[in-house]
């Protein structure tokens, strides 16, 4: 790589950031350290599936379970979907000023898509990374759609996603639980089922034994040789939210949604409105699961075929109300969250590193000894760890380690580091 021609020939420079797409950024880069620590810390099953825990859970009723269902799981991987799309059409809009084209942000998807890979197999079988740069190709040909049909492609195609995976995926609790009365298709359908859980469960369990007992290399060439293609194979379950939900955020970015161009009354009406709608029907759903004992198609039917709509209506009011509020917090801690949020590539595979030094029976071992309460303490811990690195390293660097070196890759060019 050649060193940097200038800044016509870069990256956005801190003072042409939208501040508030900085802040929603650090809000969902520390949200989705929630959403993932019981996966971290426990068999990948566990994070919808309690009985799948190793040891106990400290949480005997659910409402634990419940309450990260109903405020985390999956609304912090939307609004880090809307702000990724928004960040794809603000990236074009620049390399469009510059004359580039979009293989400049083909290029840097493809590299995105490296590095998700690499997080997914020699870090932890969770990455997003991966699936974003696979859609983000995706959006590519739709970029120089008129606003209004770029909105309506994203509604219209996240609502019938939202169905087809309630079609497929909803009924699973309820045929999976009900009793058979002796019909025949419906027992060979539930022994099907019954044996894809036990096959699901097994895999974990190996991979668990693995993090257990196992050198980080056996670790590693276990998910080579055993999981593939599961990067792309799983993607089917996610692509339904991800492709819509990214042109819905470019939408709103040229909407002005991040940068003041919505009234902040709208924002604060509507946001409540979406937040508490998107709250009650989630709400409804984890007693739905609860009432079923928190059987595994249960969780599944909750995760996958119930919440699309109401975890999409919630995510967009956090969004909204986020995008409202965050002008008026200018505290040290909202200070730190912006820059969380400047660094959230470095913060999110970071804590990926973290873990693995943290769980895994190799390095310290914590890997099936926490409780949920206790891994929530873990997320406390690294949260203080973003809010402390984050800010004195942006005033000392332009940019986080890995938001650095992707800009490099992205232009083939070695831009300054140091202030």
């Known amino acids: 790589m050649s060193s940097a021609q200038g800044p016509s020939a870069g990256p956005v420079t801190a003072k042409d950031r939208i501040e508030t797409l900085d802040f929603v950024r650090g809000i969902a880069v520390m949200g989705i350290l929630v959403a993932n620590i019981v996966a971290f810390g426990q068999p990948f099953s566990a994070y919808t599936y309690p009985s799948a825990w190793i040891g106990g859970s400290g949480d005997p009723d659910g409402w634990l379970w419940i309450a990260q269902f109903v405020l985390i799981d999956g609304k ?3 609004l880090f979907t809307l702000l990724f799309g928004a960040g794809v059409y603000l990236f074009m809009e620049r390399a469009w000023g510059r004359g580039q084209t979009r293989w400049l942000q083909a290029w840097r998807l493809l590299i995105l898509l490296a590095i998700g890979l690499i997080h997914f197999f020699f870090l932890w079988q969770g990455d997003i990374l991966a699936l ?5 190709l ?6 120089k759609l008129s606003l209004k049909r770029m909105m309506g492609i994203g509604v219209t195609a996240y609502v019938v996603g939202a169905l087809i995976l309630g079609a497929i995926m909803a009924p699973l609790g309820f045929m999976a639980d009900s009793p058979a009365r002796g019909e025949a298709g419906m027992v060979e359908f539930q022994d099907a089922l019954a044996t894809g859980k036990a096959q699901t469960l097994e895999k974990d369990a190996a991979l668990s034994k693995l993090k257990l007992e196992g050198s980080y290399g056996e670790i590693v060439a276990h998910k080579l040789s055993e999981n593939t293609f599961d990067p792309f194979i799983n993607a089917w379950l996610i692509v339904f939210e991800c492709i819509p939900m990214m042109l819905i955020g470019m939408a709103l970015y040229r909407m002005g949604f991040f940068s003041g161009g919505v009234p902040p009354s709208d924002l604060k009406k509507w946001g409540w409105i979406g937040l508490l709608i998107g709250a009650l029907g989630n709400l409804a759903i984890a007693l739905y ?7 595994y198609y249960s969780t599944i039917s909750a995760f996958f075929g119930l919440s699309p709509f109401p975890r999409a209506i919630m995510a967009l009011g956090i969004a909204a109300l986020l995008v409202a509020y965050s002008p008026a917090w200018s505290g040290w801690l909202a200070v730190r969250i912006r820059a969380a949020g400047r660094a959230a590539f470095t913060n999110y595979l970071g804590t990926s590193v973290v873990m693995v030094f943290l769980m895994h029976g190799w390095a310290l071992g ?3 000894e926490l409780s949920r309460p206790e891994l929530y303490l873990v997320v406390l811990a690294c949260w203080a760890v973003m809010l402390a690195w984050s800010k004195p390293w942006l005033e000392r660097y332009r940019y986080g380690p890995l938001e650095w070196l992707w800009r490099c890759l992205t232009y083939r060019q070695v831009f300054p580091l140091k202030r």
Request: with cysteine; net charge positive.
């Open 132 to 136: 974003y740069g696979m859609c983000g």
């Open 138 to 143: 995706g959006v590519l040909p739709l970029l």
């Open 366 to 368: 914590l890997y099936g």
């Open 76 to 78: 912090m991987r939307v």
């Open 289 to 295: 699961v609860q009432g079923a004992g928190f059987s």
